[in-house]
């Protein structure tokens, strides 16, 4: 039996110089920036996992490498961080993940107690002017167990 010759095959411009073809990369979609939310979550998600541990520096040139996007955004995901108290911006040296102080640790186990508890004020003083300040050392007490493990143990 006769082999069959192989059929043609079509040739480059640069294998038929006997050069080789350039390598490209699959056609496909170039992947979307994410946005500032997504950016946000990523990073509150990594300081709360302690993949960034308490004194970190969170370097914008280097967060903006990571994710693809301009300093801009990454200087409002810092913005955001530091209105939670997680990250904590210092003029002229950059942000760090914050490192709770032992007052403010006091202040989260207080407010723990209070709600854990049912606190009688709590409870049935529903004014404005008595849950406000609840409300304020609630959301400062949650940027401190994002930022430090020593308040992730039950009271």
Known sequence: MSARPAAPTARSKEQVAGRRAPVRAPSAEPARPLSVDAIHQRVWLAIVE???????????????KAFGVSRTQIRQVIERLAHDSIVT??????????SPTVEEARE??????????????????TRASAVQ???RLGARAAGMFAASPYFLTPL
């Open 89 to 98: 911006v210092h003029a002229n040296r950059g942000a760090f993940v914050s």
């Open 133 to 135: 300040p609840l409300v």
């Open 108 to 125: 989260v186990f207080v407010a723990r107690r209070l709600i854990e508890h049912g606190h009688p004020l709590i409870v049935h003083d």
């Open 50 to 64: 302690h993949r960034l541990p308490p004194g970190t520096k969170l370097g914008e040139e280097r967060l903006a």
